[in-house]
Nanobody, 124 residues
């Protein structure tokens, strides 16, 4: 019903920046709260950030607050994750996700659709 495609991952230096994009199709984009998760090798998938349907409210895990910014452009059916002041511990596969029913989704089980992931690697 909903297809999510991430892009923008790659290699960055410590202190550098990357911007991830997630393009959505298949249903009305505005109906979903959107989120970003990440998963490093050997670790569980971790909540990073989420944004409400209209973009009026944003939420972050403590480890990325004041460094990462989630935003959305509903006219383009796209959600973004601007990542600044990157650290080696930010290295992970980053996943975009959409939640239809939970207004402030922070857990894996609260999301209905997932993208394929994009690799982010931060050199030390």
């Amino acid at each position: 019903q909903v297809q999510l495609v991430e892009s923008g991952g790659g290699l960055a230096q410590t202190g550098g920046s990357l911007r991830l994009s997630c393009a959505a199709s298949g249903r009305t984009f505005r109906a979903f709260a959107m989120g970003w998760f990440r998963q490093a090798p050997g670790k569980e998938r971790e909540y990073v950030a989420s944004i409400s349907r209209s973009g009026g409210n944003t939420y972050y895990t403590v480890s990325v607050k004041d460094r990462f910014t989630i935003s959305r452009d509903n006219a383009k059916n796209t959600v973004y994750l601007q990542m600044n002041s990157l650290k080696p511990e930010d290295t992970a596969v980053y996943y975009c996700a959409a939640s239809l029913t939970v207004p402030r989704p922070t857990k894996v089980g609260e999301y209905d659709y997932w993208g394929q992931g994009t690799q982010v690697t931060v050199s030390s």
